[in-house]
């Protein structure tokens, strides 16, 4: 049986509305009302609301915003933008790690490559054998229980972040680069280099961010030497005679001065 809903009266429905009391759907009038654009005219009925075509602009179920709603909305996207726009980038320290026997031992099999980690600013990072100390451990009995630590700082009167490494290591020097490090020896890491220890090295390179609260480090492998990437060897060309210099010297054959008019 289909059951008849009575009709508004015409004065109940006004501004081409239907009044929430009296319109038979009331949840649907809340939830879909489309508004027009200022200017459009609307068409009246006895108890029925024709609207002239609108670009659709909902609003949130009960809430009718009117022609500000999209001036609000630009707003707050514009808000959204400018607070990806002015995110701080964070100081990355990138750590490339070789071993010859990786593959062997899995020494480095505790670490977490490709991925950055952050750091609290007044966190020192520390390398070692030891997982109740360090942070990152190494697998490998000949390691130190704490090998070296890392310490973020900002240089002074400068707005450049830096790091700084110190030789934990009572049994064990550091080297960076060329400087040897004996224990509880520190220095100010370069913007890039090599760190070796026993049969480690790692190629250390500093990416430099903004942020005061947090830095970031971040693991790669190396399948081979770090020394022979960096320090190819050279070649040295072959002189004329078929000699080098230093196989005549080892032949006891020592260079003879000569005048130019013994030429």
Known sequence: MVQLLPLSHPGQATGGECGEESCPLPAL????RVHA?????????AGEARFAPATARWDPPGC?????????RRIIIMSSMEEVETEETVTCLHITLYHPCQEEKQVFRSL????RERCRVDEVAKFGRDSNICHYNLMDTRVSRVQFTLQFFRQLNSSEFGFEIKNMSKKTKLLVDNVELDYLNKIDLPWKCI????DYQL????QDGESVDYFEICFELSQASLLQERHPPSLQPIP???MFP??????GVKPVEMDENDL
């Open 112 to 115: 977490k490559f490709h991925k």
């Open 37 to 45: 654009e200022p200017g459009e005219e609307q068409a009246q009925g």
């Open 240 to 242: 004329e005679c078929g």
């Open 29 to 32: 009038h809340k939830q879909s």
């Open 64 to 72: 009718d915003l009117g022609p500000a709603g999209g001036v609000l």
């Open 246 to 251: 230093s196989l005549v010297y080892s032949q």
């Open 195 to 198: 760190i070796r220890f026993g």
């Open 203 to 206: 190629l250390m390179q500093r």
